[in-house]
């Protein structure tokens, strides 16, 4: 049982600048990102405090008058002490340091908080390596503020053997970032390497298709996840809440068999040090036949979730993958009658989607069907004669093939199946060696 002191929420606000470029419906969907961000991150955001400007201060990112105002409220709000300030942009290290000074709380900047869930969430040796890359790489331009505000004790280091002055504390942190950045990056490569190895014995060894479920975080992937392939995932509503890659078989099974992936979830503004270093982690969408673009069809602003979903999926590459687009959903977009208008509106607009919500088992059996559809357009019918000498193969024949019938004679056993040509050769080679 937790204890009631981990029970006690920390309370943080949040701040934004909205530029002369961004409509109030954009600006006001990434504050509630950044809410939610922080919810995840275990703070009640109590308050949020915005400014249009024509551009950032250089100082402090907010101008002086709002500085004072945000000072203010956390200096005399009571009973609820502010622990931290969540701003909606990534913004430089001095303006966060001089923000720190003048509000007299923590500033965690978007990059930031992205950054501390990704590192809390990581399971996987390669998800926390990653993680680890980004949180360096993020923390490396920092180092010379955090210097400043410890001071001009211990700035310098002395030299050793008469070679001059030595390095500074900053330099030194900065060569230990470098070196162990260069680390993790040799390690992630070799754990590249692995799983391909893996998945190429895994294909190697069976007949499978691949599916990638990508997507805004908390659009549901993980709930169709778990109602495609009958497995216990993680369903939370959080951002975020899936990391590591997990990959079960589509259930019922079909011929041939399909592997469904559940993928790390994209946001508006992801750093792009996570981009990068997350590529691994996506590989999935690169090595899937499909992608199962999921959106949130209750979502006013999911065009938005559309255009960060195609951008991130261009910048790995996997734009050329074929991609259904799943709209989920659809039951919390109100009554009847308005969930029968959204769908009217999406599938005239997207005339290929699928409208559905991942808690309704018959339209998860149409999608069901439509991802088996998709892997079979391809399929060839043959006849295979199996000899009663070779029974024991009568399992290889139900494994690499839908069989459609079957009727036997004085010799051995006739099966009609459906599947891939090359499945289909090779066990005619196989049965013929052991005929």
């Given at each position: 049982m937790r204890s009631e002191v981990e029970e006690q929420p920390r309370y943080a606000i949040a701040a934004s600048v909205q530029l002369p470029h961004v409509s109030d419906l954009e600006f006001e969907a990434s504050l509630a990102e950044l809410r939610e961000l922080g919810k995840t991150l275990g703070y009640k955001v109590v308050e949020t405090f915005v400014q249009k400007r024509a551009g950032f201060d250089t100082t402090g990112y907010l101008g002086i008058g709002k500085r004072q105002e945000i000072h203010d409220f956390v200096a005399h709000n009571v009973g609820e002490e502010i622990e931290a300030i969540l701003v909606d942009h990534e913004i430089s290290p001095s303006q966060a340091r001089n923000l720190e000074k003048e509000v007299g709380c923590e500033v965690m900047d978007r990059t930031m908080v992205i950054l501390e869930i990704f590192h809390r969430n990581a399971r996987s040796r390669?998800?926390?390596?990653?993680?680890?890359?980004?949180?360096?790489?993020?923390?490396a331009p920092r180092l010379r503020e955090a210097a400043k505000l410890a001071g001009p004790q211990g700035r310098q280091r002395s030299g050793v053997g008469g070679r001059?002055?030595?390095?500074?504390?900053?330099?030194?942190?900065?060569?230990?970032?470098?070196?162990?950045?260069?680390?993790?990056?040799?390690?992630?490569?070799?754990?590249?390497?692995?799983?391909?190895?893996?998945?190429?014995?895994?294909?190697?060894?069976?007949?499978?298709?691949?599916?990638a479920l990508v997507g805004y975080t908390?659009?549901?992937?993980?709930?169709?996840?778990?109602?495609?392939?009958?497995?216990?995932?993680?369903?939370?509503?959080?951002l975020f809440a899936?990391?590591?890659?997990?990959?079960?078989?589509?259930?019922?099974?079909?011929?041939?068999?399909?592997?469904?992936?559940?993928?790390?979830?994209?946001?508006?503004?992801?750093?792009?040090?996570?981009?990068?270093?997350?590529?691994?982690?996506?590989?999935?969408?690169?090595?899937?036949?499909?992608?199962?673009?999921?959106?949130?069809a209750s979502d006013p602003g999911f065009e938005r979730q559309l255009e960060v979903t195609d951008t991130v999926l261009a910048e790995i590459g996997a734009d050329v993958v074929p991609r259904l687009r799943i709209f989920n959903k659809i039951d919390h977009v109100g009554d009847a009658a308005a969930q029968a208008e959204?769908?009217?509106?999406?599938?005239?607009?997207?005339?290929?989607?699928?409208?559905?919500?991942?808690r309704r088992p018959e339209d998860v059996a149409r999608l069901h069907g439509i991802i088996v559809a998709f892997f079979q357009k391809d399929l060839v019918e043959a006849e295979l004669f199996l000899p009663w000498?070779?029974?024991?193969?009568?399992?290889?024949?139900?494994?690499?093939?839908?069989?459609?019938?079957?009727?036997?004679?004085?010799?051995?056993?006739?099966?009609?199946?459906?599947?891939?040509?090359?499945?289909?050769e090779a066990l005619r080679q196989q049965f013929g060696q052991a005929a």
């Open positions: 390669a998800a926390k390596a990653q993680v680890e890359i980004a949180r360096l790489g993020y923390m001059g002055a030595g390095e500074s504390h900053t330099e030194l942190d900065k060569r230990k970032i470098r070196d162990r950045i260069a680390e993790l990056q040799l390690e992630i490569i070799a754990m590249e390497a692995e799983r391909k190895t893996q998945r190429s014995r895994r294909q190697e060894r069976q007949n499978l298709a691949n599916v908390n659009a549901g992937k993980s709930t169709l996840m778990r109602a495609l392939t009958g497995s216990e995932v993680l369903v939370a509503n959080k899936t990391l590591d890659t997990t990959v079960r078989t589509l259930y019922p099974e079909s011929v041939p068999r399909v592997l469904v992936s559940d993928t790390v979830g994209f946001i508006k503004n992801l750093p792009h040090g996570l981009v990068a270093s997350f590529k691994s982690t996506l590989d999935e969408a690169l090595d899937a036949a499909l992608l199962l673009h999921v959106i949130d959204c769908r009217a509106m999406l599938q005239a607009r997207y005339p290929d989607c699928v409208v559905m919500s991942a000498s070779a029974q024991q193969l009568r399992s290889q024949v139900y494994a690499n093939c839908e069989v459609l019938g079957e009727s036997a004679n004085e010799d051995g056993a006739l099966f009609r199946v459906r599947g891939e040509g090359a499945a289909i």
